[in-house]
């Protein structure tokens, strides 16, 4: 019998040891790489999906999405949004059939329609974080989730690097590799608990120590 906690706390996972995608990792410059990469992708009936966005540290100052992850449990394609853009095809693929798993899918969906006119939430999609709650797990965030599961927690120090870099470094093919695998291992992991109903919810009421006044 699995025993899913609803929440766990911040120091519980700093005390974690690291986890990273350790599967193939292709990074897409061109539209050619871009199809083959999709015909590849829509040969899977489940994928994660995540994008990064150069942050801006100037008010008033925003970026377009510059990076689409989308991940199987092996696999993961690292699509340059920058340099690419979203051809029809890309596009068509966010919409069809195959199922996508994202956690804060709202901002990722904003993100994607200020780079085309396409809305991407015609496709097949499971928010992260609605799903889990069905599990009775309560907690908002990749990293907490994946802990929580998994007893191991995914860097997020990649996250406020420049996505929009000429080349993309190890660290940040990797980070953003990884975000994308989670969301599909996640989602593989609680349907397997779902299956066999071996499973239960513990509640913890509180898992944060509270500051002294």
């Given at each position: 019998m699995v025993t899913l906690q609803?929440?766990?706390?911040?120091?519980t996972v700093a005390d974690m040891p690291k986890e990273a995608f350790a599967g193939r990792i292709f990074v897409i410059h061109t539209e050619e790489e871009a199809r083959k990469a999709v015909e590849y992708l829509n040969t899977f009936s489940v994928v994660g999906v995540d994008t990064e966005t150069r942050p801006s540290f100037k008010k008033g100052q925003t970026h377009k999405v510059a990076?689409?992850?989308?991940?199987?449990?092996?696999t993961c394609f690292l699509f340059r949004l920058n340099r690419?853009?979203?051809?029809d095809f890309l596009?068509?693929?966010l919409q069809n059939d195959v199922l996508k798993i994202g956690l804060s899918l709202k901002d990722?969906?904003?993100a994607m329609r200020k780079r085309n006119d396409g809305d991407p939430r015609n496709g097949?999609?499971?928010e992260l974080q609605d799903y889990v709650m069905t599990f009775g797990i309560e907690e908002k965030?990749?990293?907490k989730i994946f802990a929580l599961l998994f007893g191991k927690k995914i860097s997020k120090a990649q996250r406020l690097s420049n996505w929009e870099a000429d080349t993309l470094t190890e660290a940040q093919c990797l980070y953003a590799a990884t975000d994308a695998w989670a969301c599909v291992e996640i989602y593989n992991y609680l349907e397997q608990l779902r299956a066999t109903g071996?499973?239960?919810t513990e509640r913890l009421v509180e898992v944060e120590t509270k500051k002294e006044e």
């Open positions: 609803n929440k766990i706390a911040k120091q990076l689409l992850q989308v991940s199987t449990a092996d690419v853009g979203l051809p596009e068509e693929f990722d969906f904003a097949n999609w499971i965030s990749l990293q071996d499973y239960r």
